[in-house]
């Protein structure tokens, strides 16, 4: 877990982030170690479940994996102020999602260029119909699925995120209800437990 940290010690920190990402100058440093240490626990502890979140909203293990470690990248540039708080895994993902809402992927599927997510061999039915009816979602309505059923954040908190209204992600709610049903996004992280790594190891082998 050092490795990684130490591979994020010199990341940049891009200055059109949200004002979230913002560094607090005030906030006390601590020391290095003591950082490295509680980064590298928060990192271990929330990773891979971050990923799996992500890879629900994008449908893409690849982009997944890129959006959250650019998003613990930018974390660990400011952990001080952002380890302090009241929720840093909130933080992190919140610059992950909108890193999928600007990433150049999102601009090539607009314009009919980017490629067809396919779900990897020896996936479950169950964990099949569910990311195929996720696919049938618009963007807007996969990410308010999976951050309020799966990251668990309330009506309030996307649209924090997504800079609308809570009545729009309401609506999204709503819409996406006609494609995956209360009960099945309810079963979003067990579901998703192992699909991402699935096909990721598919994708690897191509």
Do not use: C
């Not at 560094?23 to 990192?43: C, K, T, V, W, Y």
């Not at 607009?110 to 119909?129: N, Y």
């Amino acid at each position: 877990m050092s490795a990684i940290v130490d591979r994020w010690d010199g990341a940049d920190v891009d200055d059109d982030d949200y004002e979230a990402a913002q560094i607090d100058q005030d906030a006390p440093s601590g020391s290095l170690a003591a950082l490295r240490i509680d980064f590298g626990a928060h990192l271990e502890a929330n990773y891979q479940r971050l990923v799996a979140q992500l890879y629900a909203i994008t449908l893409d293990p690849g982009e997944a994996h890129d959006v959250v470690q650019d998003a613990y990248s930018r974390a660990w540039r400011n952990w001080a102020t952002i380890s302090r708080k009241p929720d840093p895994t909130a933080w992190v993902r919140s610059v992950a999602v909108r890193a999928t809402m600007r990433s150049w992927r999102r601009v090539l599927a607009k314009l009919g260029l980017g490629r067809k997510h396919r779900i990897a061999e020896g996936v479950d039915p169950r964990t099949r119909a569910l990311l195929q009816a996720l696919a049938r979602l618009t963007p807007a309505e996969r990410r308010a699925v999976v951050l309020y059923h799966m990251a668990g954040a309330s009506v309030e908190e996307i649209a924090a995120v997504e800079q609308v209204n809570p009545e729009i992600v309401e609506a999204r709610l709503g819409a996406a209800r006609n494609v995956v049903v209360e009960g099945l996004a309810d079963e979003l992280p067990a579901v998703l437990s192992g699909a991402q790594d699935a096909q990721r190891n598919e994708g690897g082998d191509g």
